[in-house]
């Protein structure tokens, strides 16, 4: 180690520090031309769909973000190469590095960049990805976060996004399973349903059309099942289903209509008794 | 950096726009197009099945824009790489990245052209893929998109379909199992089945031959399973089974067919009493 | 973009028309003459086994139609790559994409070749692949088509198929487990069922020959469990199974031979009692 | 495409046609040839373990019918590629083609090689591989057919055979858990099983020695269960266990053992009655 | 082996102790440099987030060991390569090793370096990771420590972190489901609840505002359950879901609401009896 | 195909008959070798421990009969290609398949060198690796072979055994979970079981200590759960423990602790009764 | 093969031997050599912590192992290669076969290396890898082998073990649910157990601090569960969890609060009785 190389380091760390002011500069000025290039926008007639709109400015200054650091990161990569290749024989093995990390970055890139270009979801959607669900509340080049009803934030990198399932585009359905005793009458449970069905349209702004009774879904143990279902707005389905299940409750415990308890027929036998047994 | 730089930068920035305009205009001249001779060929003489036209203009519509935006980002790309080379020595990281998209995109593409060209499902068909379950809402070159009859949207990727369960090419069957007492008299109870079932394909017009009663399908803890199958047309086996079930319930209870509950033989047992203890 | 570019587009354009009228010509009769060779066959010397006739001659059109397909897309990738080419720089990575479609289709093709070859299973066997089940509809070079009991069709790529399971080679066994109450004389029981199953054979022409009481398969909670087994004729077991499960619950019924319920021995302890609690 | 083209074509169709013909006849004296050899074997001194024979003819045919195709399909090929190769420029796609499959005929081929040279099973065994268990009805090169109890063939790739069970090679032994009743005499119990245990090997020629009664197993929730084990002949354990379980329902019954139900200790509560509840 | 080889192996010894020495000595001063320096900052203005600031520290002194480390074992390999390459013929083994040995370690840094950058989560933090589930104690370039509330440390390898949920960037939400009596008064019994909740944000600041009575969650077997959401700060709901639990249960039994225990209805029959059975 | 070509085949036909004999002979002359090798060295100094001997001696003829068979196919594949490269232009596919071939075999035998050169397991030692359990029956250079308990061979390639349980090292453990009541007296039963306990080492010479009554393990649906742990010697435990469980059953009768039945509280309720329903 | 090639096997069969001497002489040199380094350093100024010495020497000795018999087989493979390549000319099989024998030795090492250096765990910790669990009795180059508390070693190659998770370096957490009565007085139950756990940190040297009471963990079918968690010694929670759930069953046993049995309400219906049915 000569002197050469105390001064070649010398000169690398001042270009890194250099670069690392620079960098942040660039970033800051950056997010704010994109904030007000969007402020005025709206006022623009360029106007594309507003849902897309805040995914677009996440995007954009996140890929602002990516792109000078990586050209940041080079330029200190290549001011450091310099004396790494001095000190170490082998220096493929930075090549090699490199290479690694870029195959696994640019995986979740392209992922990433499909999602938005086929707008597969939008900020403020309500998707499941995997074993994943919750609202999207950041589409990024390389990951996407999920806020889940319970507040927790799922951060996934882009390339573990492969199907993808999304609730917020089309009316959703709530899916109701009322249980019937057998020994009643079904016919008079369906009609005091159906007559219930008919009245929640103009009560709940949130359903979309009248419910349907499709009919007997399955014979259970202890009761005849009849399924209900609720066309409703966008992620209303659950607050749907709560009132419509209350509304039955009520509309069933009036018209005396039994939700049966498990069942169970009992036959008590004598231990060693006189029962007949047969062969003997 | 030079002046010569700065104004390379310059000069590709104006052609990306050119670019990105160009591209906006040819994709909807392009789908208008489609549209049109999509209407004009319905009266020609070059018919094909209807089944297949709704899928056939979502596609080409697809492909136009997939090439048109391949050709535009490639473009874009030659623009950008001479200015990245110039500020890059290690250039070989693009190459490697647009290398890894294509793979993905390329397995994606490729079998999605596979599920058209063998007519695997059209849009309208009822599948299932994997864990997913619904109506095919559109099948694009990259990916395909599947509605799920509570109104989500699952979005796949066509390298991701690999085994496709298709429910809208033939009659669908609906399956019934009747639990029947193990006391009560077997035959009597198939007798009044069957004389039922004979009876369904007048009222059902959805059914496709009168219902069949296959028999004893299992012993069940606390009844006879009794299994019914009725062929119906393509995806209203559901419906069917609603119907069907309905009326078994009223047609047992009219015949006092006993439909039973869970049972237990109940010993009932004093603790530490008289009971005869072996070996003692 | 000189004029030499629109003029190869306006040629290539032409060569593709042409190719794509040639093709569907070429099929077409291609198909005509299968069927006819097919059915001249059938009366002459050269004959083979009729079950894989069907086979054969659903796969001859499939290799024709691929064969003619493939050739006209090479031709028409040749006639557009001169354009591509003349477009982008990096036009490897169209050689690329085709590398890696080949790759899968392969795989799928030479899968399905042994699957012939073999006489792995051919079209109206039912067999069981992976978690797909039912009988044969088609078996192509790429891909398998199985249609289940309840009416659907699953397709699946050769290359995806590993192990098969088919049911159709020989007799199938129908395995009926009976549960018999433990306090009854076991033997009287086993003696009742023997006399009845050599009854079955000329009852049931499906019945390969007696079916066997193999005796107590296991001691459950309620009930001991007698095993029969009945050979059938290739996939009548389910039938069998459903009328000698008929049968026996009459046979079972007439001789006073209980089918237990679940039993339960319940000790009625009274709280806080004078239960003699140990240690106190 | 001119005439030298046409010519070429003619002449590699008259090829293929000799080469299949020649095909089929040599495939049929081989397997004569191997069927003689083996008749006329049995009587030489050369005798080999009688249980590998008839795997061995199998195994002969095989490699013959896989040897002479193999032969006929590469001459076939290089018969075509000419043609081929004049119409395509990039035919490296049929030698990639080949390439890959090769590669999983290979990998089958080598593992079946293994299978049959280390006598991991023969043509009788009773193997489980993976979730298949059955008879091995036939070891190929490539393939290896099971068949199950029940009738059908399970058709294996032997690249997918890893870990093998043998059931075949040693005596097997079956194993009976007998639940006891918690208040019976356990020692009394365990006499009455001892001393039928040793009369059962002159009984059964298919005991290799007394089964032994191992001792307590388990505390169950309602019974103690003792284990017994039976080492038997191969594969008979399933008969010897429905055997001895038959003969002990029998002994046990006349000693007044008693296998107990299922118990519950039920303590009866009047609801907001006068029961003593804490801290009030 | 000659002298100059153990001349050689010498030197390579006293190199080897002379790096160790050095290596040791430049971690300590480093680390103490590290600390100094944030401890200064603190008081400077270039100040960061507060939440990020203990990671950095921990991030630096990991960093500084693994570039100090890393350096030294090239030194030392590089010493030792030289007798290594002068014993054996095929050294290229050593090649090999080190080039898989960096793949792993690569890919462990780059997702670490992600994890960092992209602030997924910081030292303290409370996340689930896979399986696992606990407070961030340490993030390194190469691996991850957890430790779990019960006290154990887990430690990722961050090679093996994909997704990740980060619990502690917003507020948590407790989630109660409270079984209600079927036969009680649904609405008097939300009343009650509806009238404790508006108590709850003043009796505890945990609460970020009055939790909601969703409504009807579920028709249970033997309950009618109510959902309850509250909102509290983060990671505090499990805290908050305890205390409401000891409230509602409270609340609830002054109100004589019946939190109900499983139910069954028993239908006791004479067996044998006199029972009206079907078809006799 | 000319006469030099029929001439060659005739030849290596003949070459390879003569290798076949010639292997056949070695290794019946090598194996006699290495089992009289084994018995003279029982009685020389150079002893090593026994239980490695029978490990070593099955694993020296395994690697014998592996060299011996690799060289006769490598001179009968030289023998062959001579003549295959004759017929076939493209022969790199032999190349290949050998290439394949190595990859599994070698991965295979390095692993099982591993095995024994660490000595993980010795033949006679009780594993389980992976789902399979059971005595080491033999270790091969390819494969080992593992007998279960109830008979059946296990044959695992050795590139399938990652990580391997071995019980025969160490003493083993007995684990009993008793259940008490819990109305009794736990210090009671605990005195009773340490009594006891503190008696079983002279009873039992497979204890290696006296058995650890540990105390409350866990709180049951209806009993306390007492642990107890008692280590014996390798392999001893399943025999401890049901002599334990034994022992401890006539122990906890004699002094009347009770092992309880399930329990279950049951409130007898009248429908529709007076029972008083909150908020009406 | 000429005398040459025998004269050559004659050498290499002598060298071989001459290697396989001095290997094992220098092995057990090495070994006594670093047991007296580690004797005498426990005097000197040099200290690590005493947890990390045993890890040491067992690596040492291991390190020893693998680098003298790694040598020796090298120099034997360089004296037999000579001989093996005389007979066959494809010798680039053995090549292959090192190198992937390398891969995998290689991936081993590199994780034990890195399991060390970062001193994930020592010998005598308590540790869960994947599904293995129990204390680490010896941490090597290749393998790390865990010893479960019943008696059996889990040997897992290095290159298997991605997660870790070490109980040893923390305080452990014994966590407690109890089960409390419904219908008593929850404030009370909560003021014994209170009462109880501030007593307990004079009682148990065991504990950290005193044991916290959270409240209502959840409100069960039959009870209200309560949670206790309670810090003690590393490794110490399994005994601390006993001791307490014994003194707590003691304490609300004299207190009189009860541990519920599971409950049921039971309507009883007397059938086809005058239950007023609903629609009827």
Chains 1, 2, 3, 4, 5, 6, 7 share one sequence.
């Not at 009316?171 to 369906?190: F, R, T």
């Amino acid at each position: 180690m000569d002197d050469a190389l105390w001064f070649a380091i010398g000169e690398s760390v001042l270009k890194i520090i250099a670069i690392l002011i620079i960098t942040g500069l660039l970033i800051r000025i950056g997010k704010i031309a994109i904030r007000n290039f969007f402020k005025v926008r709206t006022r623009g007639p360029l106007r594309i769909t507003e849902r897309r709109e805040a995914t677009l400015m996440k995007l954009l200054e996140n890929v602002l973000t990516y792109v000078v650091y990586f050209i940041a990161i080079m330029m200190i990569l290549s001011a450091l190469t310099i004396n790494v290749q001095a000190m170490l024989a082998g220096a493929g093995i930075v090549g090699l590095a490199v290479g690694f990390g870029a195959q696994s970055l640019v995986k979740d890139i392209i992922t990433g960049f499909f999602i938005i270009f086929e707008d597969q979801f939008s900020v403020g959607d309500y998707v499941r990805i995997g074993q994943f669900e919750g609202t999207v509340e950041e589409i990024g080049l390389r990951t996407t976060k999920i806020k889940s009803f319970t507040g927790e934030i799922h951060i996934l990198p882009n390339g573990s996004i492969v199907e993808v399932t999304n609730f917020s585009l089309f009316n959703s359905v709530a899916v109701l399973d009322i249980g019937i005793a057998y020994e009643g009458d079904l016919e008079y449970a369906e009609k005091v349903l159906q007559e219930y069905l008919e009245t929640t349209t103009e009560k709940y702004p949130e359903l979309v059309k009248t419910p349907e009774l499709l009919g007997v879904q399955q014979f259970g143990a202890s009761e005849v099942v009849l399924r209900i279902v609720a066309e409703s707005l966008p992620m209303k389905h659950w607050y749907m289903g709560r009132q419509l299940r209350k509304d039955i409750k009520r509309v069933l415990d009036e018209h005396g209509v039994e939700i049966p308890f498990p069942r169970m027929v009992m036959y008590s036998r004598q231990e060693g008794g006189e029962q007949k047994e047969f062969g003997k």
